[in-house]
Every structure is written in structure tokens, then in C-alpha cells.
């Protein structure tokens, strides 16, 4: 889990991606109480935390769409967000790489 977390290349399944949801929350909400403290010295560090988060977050979301079997640029479509979290994804290999999801063995 979390392989590579700030590539937009690969598949990641929905646990990982609610998962990464909390994380881009903490992680923003942190950088944003320093970012807005009055200590001009603590911005920078507070500003770059956002920024990954950011990064992290469309990264993220990337890779759930390639899940889907849509592309990257579906990024920039805001009605397509509502598959992120209730679809499963494609069983087996798609054009983004191999199924995160470990197929069933019968024992």
C-alpha cells in the first residue's frame, strides 16, 4: 500500500485511496494552522505542506481513475469524482498496469 504515493502512474485500489482522503486532510489541515500562524519564519514550511498534500491528493486520484480504466485527464472533470470511492475497479490488467487487488486463490 502507498507504493510510490506521488506518481501519477499505477492503479491503487478504493481502500487506498479513502485512506489517502484522511491522510491529504491531516496532512493540509496541519500545513494550513502553520502556514496562517503569525510567525513569518513558519509560511514556507506551512506552504510546502500544502503543497504536497495537493500534489499527493491528484497523484492519488490519478491512479484511482487508471483503476476505473480512465485516463489521468479525468482530473479535470469534477462530475467523474463520484466513481472514486463507490466503483470497484477493472479486474485484471489495463493499459495503467497490473490489478492491485490480489486475485483469489482457491485452496
Known sequence: MF???FSFKG???CLEYNLSILIVIIVASLGGFIW???HDITAIPGALLVMAAVWFELAQKA???HDLGLPTWY???FF???KLTGE???VGENKYGP???PAKTDQ
Request: glycine share 8%; net charge positive; aromatic share 8%.
Open 3 to 5: 507504493n510510490k504515493p
Open 11 to 13: 492503479r491503487i485500489r
Open 36 to 38: 496562517g500562524s503569525r
Open 63 to 65: 491512479k484511482r481513475f
Open 75 to 77: 482530473l479535470i472533470n
Open 80 to 82: 467523474a469524482y463520484s
Open 88 to 90: 470497484s475497479g477493472q
Open 99 to 101: 490489478d492491485p487487488k
